[in-house]
């Protein structure tokens, strides 16, 4: 089970925070204790000048060679070794306070249980570290262990007899143990908040994800930050309706789930293809596909790419029919104009297009030819020099009258070697 969680990726990120945590606190412990050190050497001079110190003479030679000992601790911790390994650093910066000052009795021939020290020092790694409590106790078990092992091999006797019995003994374990437990419970419950959150910021993603499955990613940010209706008008952009011929006929036929997988297919299809020319795709409404060039960011070309789309659109059914027994086939409108485009509603909203334009283009599609592309005339005038058309005629449009349209048929001969050399 260990071992499960080593290779998992929360409990790796968990052990790369833990690591920046531990130096940024240790960066700040080591310059509390230089700061309180300080105090106590500034205090021993102010004694040593109205001739009252109780220390020893040679105290001072022992807390410089501790403020010497912190100083190479902060300096390893900005080195590259203390970046990658700041746990070294944490028992350097320990061992500076509580060995130095046992080795200081040592070299006098004295045994010196420096509780009050000891204790001062595991009570403010616990609170300003609370992570690694393993960590914590070999920094405990190494002064102890160097108190009684030099002090018992080199006999060495205690400075002030009779002063720690066994009681203070007992009082410094229970002591360590309970700053070791604290560390320990505050870490489990740390990792658990750290991978509760680690959770959340995966499912926000899911949620961004499919945020911009519904909507452009321009008009998703706009939503996020405003939180009001959003409705924009666009003085241009071009609008391209496909519908599945047939439709109607083919899903009385069909089994249902496979209905359903082969509009999946196709509109896949043309998904990559709104997305290889930039396009945004707008919805589906039962065989029927709608999408938008030049907008929500305004392009200058979206007549030329709504109109490599929908030639694209023929090739790709015609490459699906290729692999089916039952050839399909798409009727294609197109015409360009003023919209206006927004999000609408409080519950299963989405991203919406209204106008003239939007209906001239549905009815260029409804009232099209199986297996064509049927503009207006504006889009006519706008690609005539570039793409072949053959005129349709004269059509009657609900609600506009009699229109003159046209039928996309290719790309002239130069634009199509020009497009084949872009792809190749």
């Not at 196709?266 to 709608?290: P, Q, V, W």
């Not at 297009?353 to 592309?373: C, F, H, K, Y």
Request: hydrophobic share 45%; charged share 20%; glycine share 6%.
């Amino acid at each position: 089970m260990p071992h499960q969680e080593e290779q998992s990726p929360v409990s790796a990120r968990y052990k790369v925070w833990r690591k920046r945590f531990l130096r940024r606190r240790l960066r700040l412990s080591i310059h509390l204790a230089l700061i309180a050190y300080l105090t106590f050497i500034t205090l021993e001079l102010i004694l040593i000048s109205l001739g009252v110190s109780p220390r020893h003479p040679t105290w001072l030679l022992m807390a410089g060679a501790t403020e010497v000992g912190l100083l190479i601790s902060l300096v390893l911790l900005r080195l590259p070794v203390g970046q990658r390994s700041p746990e070294w650093v944490f028992l350097a910066c320990s061992w500076s306070i509580t060995l130095i000052e046992q080795v200081w009795a040592t070299l006098r021939g004295v045994a010196f249980p420096g509780v009050f020290a000891w204790t001062l020092v595991f009570l403010a790694q616990a609170t300003l570290m609370p992570v690694r409590w393993q960590l914590h106790m070999v920094s405990q078990i190494g002064v102890l262990l160097y108190y009684f092992t030099v002090n018992t091999i080199l006999g060495l006797p205690e400075e002030k007899p009779g002063v720690w019995d066994s009681s203070l003994w007992l009082y410094l374990f229970w002591f360590c143990c309970i700053c070791n437990l604290s560390i320990f419970l505050y870490e489990q419950l740390q990792q658990a908040e750290f991978h509760a959150r680690q959770e959340l910021e995966e499912e926000q993603k899911k949620s961004e994800r499919l945020l911009l499955n519904i909507l452009p990613e321009a008009v998703a940010r706009q939503l996020k930050q405003e939180h009001r209706t959003i409705a924009e008008s666009f003085a241009e952009a071009t609008v391209l309706f496909a519908d599945i011929v047939g439709f109607t006929e083919l899903s009385s036929n069909v089994p249902p789930q496979e209905m359903v997988t082969l509009l999946n297919q196709i509109f896949s299809k043309f998904d990559r293809l709104a997305e290889h020319h930039g396009l945004e795709k707008i919805k589906t409404i039962g065989d029927s596909y709608m999408v938008v060039g030049g907008l929500p960011i305004e392009r200058e070309d979206h007549v030329e790419a709504i109109a490599e789309m929908a030639l694209d659109m023929l090739e790709a059914i015609a490459e699906f029919n290729s692999t089916r027994s039952r050839p399909f086939n798409i009727r294609v409108g197109i015409n360009t104009g003023p919209v206006v485009a927004g999000v609408i509603g409080v519950k299963k909203f989405i991203y919406d297009l209204w106008g003239d334009t939007v209906n001239v283009a549905s009815r260029m599609e409804s009232q099209g030819l199986p297996g064509r592309i049927q503009v207006t005339s504006a889009i006519y005038e706008r690609l005539k020099h570039r793409y072949e058309f053959q005129p349709r005629g004269d059509i009657y449009v609900k609600g506009k009258g009699e229109m003159m349209v046209y039928l996309l048929m290719a790309r002239k001969q130069a634009e199509s070697e020009g497009k084949a050399r872009d792809e190749g």
